[in-house]
């Protein structure tokens, strides 16, 4: 218990300093105020249901019929309520105010309707829903930091250190354009709803937690959240907008030529020059610097291999998917996605270390990870042109560099297996006449 407290308290914490400055520098409000009026006011596209249906692992079929009834009820009033009323809303802003209702309400009842163990795993089961919930306003509000604290990007550096491994997102680009609208709608549906798979693969693993009365060790939102949290930090250490930004057209109206270095993408790759840190809008958010599409969507591969044959297909295929559209709509350079891997590993295998005891196996994996992603991230900054000028002796490293961490997280998570003790095999003893 006091262990729960204190990690509520950080989180608490955390979450009041990240509303102080998003409004200090973004001018905006911040994630628990963005959070708060989504109880009244129309909801932004986000994972309402997804967090909804995370929380209700730990109620009973009869309890789940419930919560999801008054959920979409509370939404059906709001619905009308709105139209009554003539409130215009925003597309794809229709519903989740139940969802959120719904999920309060379990607090409440936890609070004053269940005690010991009952009360401690229902509300285990309330954050872990409204985590999901609100990671999404966290992660709106980082975003939005970034792009208000960081006024020049360094994505000269990385796209001339991207020229080692051919420059992907420019022929990726290229692919896409060529698929026609078809394609590029069907990975846009992908690239958007990454937290749909994220849902599918944790609800799997937690599919006992309503029998059993507890939740497993470890699970993969644990490691959606990690990633979430720690990713944003590298962000303002790194700052970099992408190739659609840097060197296209921009997306969705933000950036646009006037800010690019110049407008390339994806048919010319950028020549091969002394890079420079250059300026950029205050609207655009500096996340590429690692791919977090990349890290989540390979922690969902990882997360999924224990599951049945089409959960294993469908892991997979969201990892390719994900990977073509970073590259494809210009999101990312190559070496983003390199890095993206490197840090969900790394994050993965801290996870794991810290269920089973930090013993020396689980430290040096770690370690290794920790530097390898700070080795790729150095060479970006401070040896692009060489990674330029010779990509048939950087190009390889990169990825061999990944790799060697694939190889490392797979060896030694497969020594963590516990092993089947032989069967005893015994003479067979003579009969007595």
């Known amino acids: 218990m006091i262990l729960w407290a204190t990690a509520g308290a950080v989180a608490i914490g955390f979450l009041i300093a990240l509303e102080i400055i998003a409004r200090r520098y973004g001018g905006e409000p911040g994630p628990v105020t963005n959070q708060a009026r989504e109880l009244i006011f129309a909801p932004k596209p986000g994972p309402l249901y997804g967090g909804l249906a995370l929380m209700m692992v730990v109620l009973t079929w009869r309890q789940r019929f419930i919560a999801a009834g008054a959920a979409i009820g509370i939404d059906a009033v709001f619905i009308l309520a709105r139209w009554a009323l003539d409130v215009r809303v925003p597309e794809g802003h229709f519903f989740g105010n139940g969802a ?169 790759p950028p020549p091969i020059t002394a890079p420079h840190p250059v300026p950029y809008d205050g609207l655009t958010p500096r996340n590429c610097m690692p791919s977090l599409h990349t890290a989540w969507a390979t922690a969902i591969f990882i997360h999924s291999r224990k599951g049945p044959r089409l959960l294993r297909y469908a892991g997979t295929f969201w990892l390719a998917a994900t990977l073509s559209a970073t590259l494809g709509f210009g999101y990312h350079y190559g070496v983003d996605l390199v890095a993206g891997v490197v840090f969900s590993l790394t994050i993965e295998a801290a996870l794991r270390t810290l269920d089973r005891g930090w013993d020396r196996s689980g430290i040096q994996l770690v370690a290794y990870g920790t530097a390898v992603f700070a080795a790729l991230l150095t060479s970006y900054r401070w040896l692009p042109t060489q990674m330029a000028t010779h990509p048939w002796v950087f190009g390889p490293l990169v990825i061999l560099s990944m790799v060697s961490v694939i190889y490392g997280y797979l060896r030694t998570t497969k020594s963590w297996k516990p092993k089947a003790a032989p069967a005893l095999h015994t003479e067979p003893q003579p009969e007595l006449v």
């Open 100 to 268: 959120l209702w719904a999920m309060s309400g379990c607090a409440i009842f936890a609070i004053t309707r269940r005690t010991g163990q009952e009360r401690t795993l229902l509300l285990k089961g309330v954050g872990l829903g409204l985590l999901l919930v609100t990671g999404r306003k966290i992660g709106d509000s980082w975003l939005l930091i970034t792009a208000k604290t960081r006024p020049t990007v360094l994505d000269p550096y990385v796209a001339t250190a991207d020229h080692a491994l051919g420059n992907p997102s420019w022929l990726a680009g290229r692919i896409l354009n060529a698929t026609g609208p078809i394609g590029s709608h069907v990975l846009g549906l992908i690239y958007a709803q990454l937290a749909v798979a994220a849902i599918a693969v944790a609800l799997y693993q937690l599919r006992n937690v309503a029998a059993e009365r507890r939740f497993p060790r470890h699970h993969l939102v644990r490691t959606f959240l990690v990633i979430g949290l720690l990713g944003p930090a590298i962000y303002m250490i790194f700052p970099v907008v992408g190739p659609v930004f840097a060197y296209g057209p921009g997306a969705s109206g933000t950036g646009g030529v006037q800010w690019a270095v110049t407008n390339l993408w994806p048919h010319t």
